[in-house]
């Protein structure tokens, strides 16, 4: 038998001397990471949908209010409504306001929005609002979740079914599992050469998106117009197919904007040479245009458009116009009357459009937008300034985000 070799002192001293140092490394990482600067307190019991109101109510008072400065519109997922305000989401229970669960981290928000049964929460680092975090709505527990470069201010927008990231020079289209399934723009270092066509100094303007395609207007230096481009998958989530639309005589300054995607059709608003909305179709073809009244309001443009059931709905700053929500065709606009001036876009409730107008909320009849009646509610001041106030439904709750503010109404 082979006699073991004898430790001496200093092969101790060298063994306590590693493990010390594995321990202060171990210490050292935990220290600097994610998980330490992650609060995550998930809800007592799962929440459950709410069904439906079965009518709208006659009388509407304030039932709570809540900041909520990371959200543009209400967020609703698995009845659950979630705000995000400062470096906190909540989940919070729709009839009360009261959180029923908590997430948050050691840095600011970018945004909140939601997808499927997620709520989707972004917060920057050192390559721009680029980690995303979801949060299951229902139980407070967390889900898939993704790192990217993007830019240090973007806009985020949901359909339910996918997620879109837009800022400035890059944006990004997640599933609800937060792969990716286009990018579209520069990184600080790119792995392969730039296929998708943007570059030094173009801007995107606006954008918007379906499960199939992303549509966006963009300006570029040396260019006085701006550009169209419509993106849809390509063999690669970061090499989109795409088709560029030439905007002449409508400059970025006027105020142009992608107002919504249905499948493969694009909703867009043109200022010039008189202010319209058109609808083009996958291959860059107008399959219609319909005239605006008037400039539309640049309050909060991202805020300004809702789907509501089939519909899809633009406020234009005074009034309301609505489409179908599949091949975006016009079906009416809900215009002010008298003292009733609309103050955002709409949502529906028992088969009714509801608005937001001066003073209350203005009923209307979904199949061609007449008023029925007004249901007063006091805001308290709020009306102006807000810029937009943009209503979802929870329920027979009617949920308004006024500026930084979440508002349910009961």
């Known amino acids: 038998m082979v006699r073991p070799e004898r ?41 459950t949908s709410v069904p439906p109101a079965g009518e709208v109510p006659d009388e509407l008072r304030e039932l709570w209010a809540a ?29 009360t306001g009261e959180p029923v669960w908590t997430y948050a981290r050691d840095l600011d928000l970018c945004g909140v929005t939601w997808i499927y049964q997620y709520a989707v929460a972004v917060y920057p680092d ?20 993704r790192t990217g470069y993007a830019d240090k201010r973007v806009e985020l927008s ?43 100094g173009c801007t995107i303007l606006s954008a918007a998106a379906s499960p199939s395609a992303v549509s966006l207007l963009q300006t570029c230096a040396g260019e006085a117009d701006v550009r169209l481009t419509l993106l849809r998958p390509g063999k690669d989530d970061d090499e989109p197919e795409l088709r560029d639309i030439p905007q002449a005589g409508v400059p970025s ?33 107008e399959t219609s245009s319909t005239p605006v009244s008037a400039p539309p309001s640049m309050a909060d443009p991202e805020s300004s458009v809702t789907r509501a059931g089939s519909l899809v709905t633009w406020w234009t700053g005074r009034s309301v116009m609505v489409f179908n929500s599949d091949k975006l065709t016009h079906k009416y606009t809900v215009n002010a009357e008298e003292n009733i001036v609309p103050l955002g876009p709409a949502t529906i409730m028992a088969d009714k459009l509801l608005i937001p107008v001066t003073g209350g909320v203005g ?30 439904v929870v329920g027979a709750t009617l949920l308004e985000q006024r500026g930084r503010t979440l508002v349910a109404l009961g």
Do not use: F
Not at 369 to 390: A, K, P, T, W
């Open 253 to 285: 300054s006027a105020g142009p904007r992608v107002l919504a995607v249905s499948d493969t059709n694009t909703a867009v608003y043109l200022p010039t040479p008189k202010p319209r909305v058109s609808v083009v179709n996958d291959v860059g073809t």
């Open 126 to 145: 050192v390559r721009g609002c680029g980690q995303v975090s979801t949060i299951d709505a229902s139980t407070g527990r967390r889900g898939p979740s």
């Open 67 to 95: 900041p909520s400065a990371a959200t543009t519109m209400p967020v609703v997922a698995s009845g659950t409504v979630v705000t995000g305000d400062g470096r906190t989401v909540h989940g919070r229970n729709p009839d």
């Open 7 to 47: 430790r001496t002192r200093g092969d101790i001293v060298a063994a306590v001397a590693i493990i010390a140092i594995v321990a202060v490394a171990a210490v050292a990482i935990w220290w600097t990471s994610d998980a330490r600067a992650t609060l995550s307190q998930p809800a007592a019991t799962p929440s």
């Open 158 to 200: 949901s359909d339910g079914t996918v997620a879109l990231a837009t800022g400035a020079t890059r944006l990004e289209l997640w599933r609800s599992d937060m792969v990716r399934v286009i990018g579209y723009g520069e990184v600080d270092a790119r792995v392969k050469p730039n296929h998708t066509g943007v570059g030094k």
């Open 363 to 392: 009923v209307y009849d979904v199949s061609d937008g007449h008023l029925e009646r007004v249901i007063d509610v006091e805001r308290r001041g709020m009306e102006s300034g807000v810029g937009v106030i943009v209503p979802t």
